[in-house]
């Protein structure tokens, strides 16, 4: 089955401090891997994505994801943390079955960080 | 351009009533995705609509749940009777392109704010 994992419920840092935030994934094929964030009261935001190409992607804020295809991981990354990052964070792969898609996602990872 | 929006934002009702869910997604995209997330865990895939036909619903827990989508623009899903099980958030995403999805290309999905029902 196709599956993200993220081990961590919850990461804290201190603002100013380098984050990671954990996922990897069990898939058939290429993997297309997703990173959406979830601010309090809003909707799920697109963060970025990797298809193919370079195993470093960069995305919206400042985020940079690097994918792992031997490690079969794909962690969030940011060098310098803002309060303002603190969110809930998924990680998602792309199914596609008879041409059509969907994501699966992880169960989440809340982003504090204090001032 | 509006986002996807979804109404209401948040429903409170009571074990055997029925709730109705709308999901207007981001005008001109024919995917249309609901999903859910149950308290701590993660976020499943429900269905997925291509215009106005049901494409995809393998992830629909059982036959409390409705959705339709008339005239391929907005979506209702309909809970009847709800049970506790039910309580979560409820997200609508919509995508471009009613086509099958080319292997090398992946249209992103635009999420909307989620409504949270509490079934009590």
């Known amino acids: 089955a196709q599956s993200v994992a993220q081990p961590e419920d919850q990461v804290n840092v201190a603002e100013g401090n380098p984050l990671t935030v954990k996922c990897t994934y069990s898939v058939s094929g290429n993997p297309y891997l997703f990173w959406y964030v979830q601010y309090p009261n809003r909707g799920l935001q697109f963060l970025l994505k990797y298809i193919t190409g370079d195993n470093l992607v960069k995305g919206s804020y400042g985020f940079e994801a690097e994918f792992n295809k031997s490690q079969t991981s794909f962690h969030l990354k940011k060098p310098s943390a803002l309060v303002s990052d603190s969110a809930l964070y998924f990680c998602?792969?792309?199914?596609?079955?008879?041409?059509?898609?969907?994501?699966?996602f992880g169960t989440g990872t809340r982003l504090l960080v204090s001032p | 351009e509006a986002g996807v929006t979804q109404f209401p934002s948040h429903s409170v009702i009571e074990k055997g009533q029925t709730v109705t869910l709308r999901c207007d997604p981001i005008?001109?995209?024919?995917?249309l995705y609901w999903y859910r997330r149950v308290m701590g865990k993660e976020i499943k895939f429900l269905l997925h609509?291509?215009?106005?036909?049901?494409?995809?619903e393998s992830g629909m827990p059982n036959n409390r749940f409705l959705a339709e989508r008339t005239g391929g623009t907005y979506s209702t899903l309909k809970v009847q009777p709800a049970e506790l099980e039910d309580s979560g958030v409820y997200f609508c995403?919509?995508?471009?392109?009613?086509?099958?999805?080319?292997?090398?290309?992946?249209?992103?999905?635009?999420f909307g704010p989620g409504t949270r029902l509490t079934v009590t």
């Open positions: 995403a919509s995508s471009l392109d009613g086509l099958p999805v080319l292997a090398a290309y992946s249209y992103e999905q635009y």
């Open positions: 005008s001109g995209h024919d995917n």
């Open positions: 609509f291509v215009k106005e036909s049901k494409q995809d």
């Open positions: 998602a792969v792309r199914v596609q079955l008879a041409g059509f898609q969907k994501l699966v």
